[in-house]
């Protein structure tokens, strides 16, 4: 079974700290990506990857920067969490092409105080 | 750019009704079309999906066919369970393999005993 693993289910910040929010996959996807989901809104993109050390810019990329410096692992980083990032927070992968199916992590739910 | 809508509910039903979630989707090209189920607490999984036009996919007893004249892909089945209470989202993905999902808001579903 495809596995995608997020460091934390919940998580609780301050407002201004550095927050870093952990992917791993464990089925040698070529293609890993964020989303951010909030009620009314469904899931938006924030940033994909389709490479090691590469990015792309999602829908939301605004306030968030990644880093892929392995295949198996896609960090999300908050460089200064703000209230409005409160949201829970989704992490996927797939093999590449259009057709193939992405597969999620558990989610982690982050509140900024 | 692309876009995906769907009833967003909630939707409440009696077990063994018939179940139908709309979904219309605008998009360049011939995306790849997806549902996906997310139970409470956790992350989302797909539920099916088509890649090409007339393509029909099935799952668990649910069922939605990708019709490109109507740019829709509605979800079906024949007999709830109250075990299918969940949120649903169709999504699509484009012809770039890997870009991300666009997600529709959710539907969630309600099934009374």
């Known amino acids: 079974d495809v596995k995608v693993t997020q460091s934390s289910r919940y998580l609780v910040k301050r407002t201004g700290e550095k927050v870093f929010l952990e992917c791993v996959q464990d089925?040698?996807?070529?293609?890993m990506f964020w989303y951010r989901q909030d009620p009314g809104l469904g899931l938006r993109l924030i940033y994909f990857?389709?490479?090691?050390?590469?990015?792309e810019k999602g829908d939301i990329p605004e306030g968030y920067s990644v880093s892929r410096e392995k295949k198996e692992r896609f960090s999300l980083i908050l460089e200064s969490a703000s209230t409005n990032q409160t949201s829970m927070y989704l992490c996927?992968?797939?093999?590449?092409?259009?057709?193939?199916?992405?597969?999620f992590g558990p989610g982690t739910r982050l509140l900024v105080l | 750019g692309n876009s995906v809508t769907q009833m967003e509910g909630p939707v409440t039903l009696s077990e063994e009704a018939f179940l139908t979630i709309n979904c219309t989707y605008t998009?360049?090209?011939?995306?790849?079309l997806f549902w996906y189920v997310q139970y409470p607490g956790e992350g989302l999984q797909l539920l099916l999906k088509?890649?090409?036009?007339?393509d029909k996919g099935s799952n668990k007893g649910f069922e939605a066919t990708y019709r490109k004249e109507t740019t829709s892909f509605h979800l079906e089945k024949g007999s709830v369970q109250v075990s299918d209470s969940a949120v649903y989202f169709c999504?699509?993905?484009?012809?770039?393999?890997?870009?991300?999902?666009?997600f529709g808001k959710g539907t969630h579903l309600i099934i009374q005993p």
């Open positions: 996927a992968s797939s093999p590449s092409g259009r057709e193939e199916t992405q597969y």
């Open positions: 089925m040698d996807h070529e293609n």
């Open positions: 990857s389709y490479d090691v050390k590469m990015k």
């Open positions: 998009a360049t090209g011939y995306p790849s």
């Open positions: 088509a890649t090409k036009a007339d």
């Open positions: 999504a699509l993905r484009p012809r770039g393999g890997a870009d991300g999902l666009t």
